[in-house]
């Protein structure tokens, strides 16, 4: 089958990111209902994709994400209750590590209304 011009790079290398982290994790107790998403595309050892996200159904804004972040829209950005800003990207891992830094928030502060 022939290729789509504009598909290849320089060096026979294909130019679609390829799909390599897709994760979807059902939460169970406190949090049976919840789901934790982890999408990741790589052109090389490169990240050019992400999506993380933290939806829960029983929040009624954005069909339910409590907490994402992306670069699905072309920039790099957060979601939070219905909110999106605009974030600098300092690579994948740092926007791992602020996604669970802020879930982890987000699960303590859930825990303090239930009490």
């Known amino acids: 089958m022939a290729k789509k011009a504009g598909t290849e790079k320089p060096g026979g290398k294909s130019a679609k990111p390829e799909k390599r982290v897709d994760q979807t994790h059902h939460l169970t107790g406190k949090r049976r209902g919840a789901i934790l998403k982890e999408e990741v595309w790589y052109d090389g050892d490169i990240v050019v994709k992400y999506s993380l996200a933290y939806i829960d159904p029983r929040v009624g804004v954005d069909n339910g994400r409590v907490l994402g972040f992306d670069n699905l829209h072309g920039f790099d950005h957060r979601h939070y209750r ?28 859930e825990d303090e209304k239930k009490r």
Do not use: P
């Open 82 to 109: 219905g909110e999106v800003e605009k974030i600098k990207f300092y690579g994948y891992s740092a926007i791992v590590d602020r996604f669970e830094r802020e879930l982890k928030e987000i699960w303590s502060a």
